[in-house]
């Protein structure tokens, strides 16, 4: 199983950018997809995940800007993030194979990409 991430960039707020992953040999019935991000100076953090039976997460700073989806012909995970703000710039992942929000239970995780948020 490989992860790659796309998408990542620079923006000012309130603009948009779509975070791709696409899940190279991941074919688990039941899953837990998820993106996480990592800010300078903090913890890593969950975002936003889905699962196989479509349910989705997010976490309460990204509620009503970001959205999880994924594509199934294309085997691709995304987030779509909206009305960014500067507090969003971080290095973001996503990972597979886990539980919820809960880091350490993910077994498979991407490179990263950086998205960046200037006032």
């Known amino acids: 199983v490989r992860l790659e991430e796309s998408g990542g960039g620079s923006v000012q707020a309130g603009g948009s950018l779509r975070l791709s992953c696409i899940l190279r040999g991941f074919t688990y019935q039941y899953y837990c997809l998820t993106w996480f991000r990592k800010a300078p100076g903090k913890s890593r953090e969950g975002v936003a995940a889905?699962?196989?039976?479509?349910?989705?997460m997010y976490a309460d700073s990204v509620k009503g800007r970001f959205t999880i989806s994924k594509d199934n012909a294309k085997n691709t995970l995304y987030l779509q993030m909206d009305s960014l703000k500067p507090e969003d710039t971080a290095m973001y992942y996503c990972a597979a194979d886990g539980v919820g929000f809960v880091e350490y239970s993910y077994n498979y995780w991407g490179q990263g990409t950086q998205v960046t948020v200037s006032s």
């Open positions: 889905t699962t196989s039976d479509k349910t989705t």
